[in-house]
């Protein structure tokens, strides 16, 4: 009669393969996420981004060698990972990292005196009454 040693043994062997299968699945299923989101990112409108983030959660939160790439790319180039963190936060805060991405494609396409959100905004909260 085969001890309770062996079973436990079979067990934890077919939870780890189970588990690998699983995770192998899911990274599938972010990368297949992620080139939807990059699809759809070239076309108007803004669906291409959320997408792609829950696309890199996903891959991230079960993948070893992405995180550790991402970790790199992180600290090689901080100001294009953060706004990804900043959406991949428990609370994301979309409307800010929204805001200040326009504010930057402003500020890489037109002259310093073309540019009109920064101001419009400026102007905008000089108006308003102070909260009370």
């Known amino acids: ?22 995770r192998f699945g899911l990274l599938i299923i972010g990368g297949l996420i992620m080139l939807v989101g990059l ?3 070239f076309l108007p409108g803004h ?3 959320p997408l792609l983030v829950v696309g890199l959660m996903i891959v991230l939160r079960n993948s070893f060698k992405a995180r550790r790439q991402f970790v790199r790319m992180q600290r090689a180039h901080p100001k294009m990972v953060f706004p990804l963190r900043r959406l991949m936060r428990r609370d994301p805060e979309i409307v800010p990292v929204f805001w200040q991405q326009t504010l ?6 037109l002259k310093r ?3 009109v959100l920064g101001k419009a905004r400026r102007r905008w909260l000089r108006r308003r009454p102070a909260a009370a």
């Open 47 to 49: 669906l291409g981004l």
């Open 1 to 22: 009669m085969p001890s309770l040693r062996v079973y436990r043994a079979t067990d934890d062997l077919a939870r780890e393969i189970a588990g690998r299968v699983v």
């Open 104 to 109: 930057r494609v402003e500020r890489v396409i």
């Open 39 to 41: 699809g759809l990112a």
């Open 113 to 115: 005196r073309w540019r």
